[in-house]
Nanobody, 118 residues
Framework: QVQLVESGGGLVQPGGSLRLSCVAF????????WSWYRQAPGKERELVAG????????NYADSVKDRFTISRDNAKNTLYLQMNSLKPEDTAVYYC???????????WGQGTQVSVSS
């Protein structure tokens, strides 16, 4: 049984920071590509950042480059998203995702709400 469990969301003022965590139960990190997605009300889910399961190749949406950092700790089976200089437009539900390399099967967490407001 595999499961992704996100945490770390909350309400923060513009310019603030949050760190999201995603504990991956039952996964072997190297067999998956790891990503954070987000979905704002009335909008489609979009890719925020991704990282390979082996090595440290990353990619980011243009809207979060230089503000967000994706990382993983294989020993803790945990994926992270460090979010700095948060803006109101970053408000969304953030989802952790794992895509299995050999068949492209996707797994999703339940999501964690991030709200940026003064």
């Amino acid at each position: 049984q595999v499961q992704l469990v996100e945490s770390g969301g909350g309400l923060v003022q513009p310019g603030g920071s949050l760190r999201l965590s995603c504990v991956a139960f039952g996964f072997t990190f190297g067999m998956y590509a790891w990503s954070w997605y987000r979905q704002a009300p009335g909008k489609e889910r979009e890719l925020v950042a991704g990282i390979t399961g082996v090595g440290s190749s990353t990619n980011y949406a243009d809207s979060v480059k230089d503000r967000f950092t994706i990382s993983r700790d294989n020993a803790k089976n945990t994926l992270y998203l460090q979010m700095n200089s948060l803006k109101p437009e970053d408000t969304a539900v953030y989802y952790c995702s794992a895509r299995r390399y050999y068949d492209n099967t996707n797994y999703w967490g339940q999501g964690t709400q991030v709200s940026v407001s003064s």
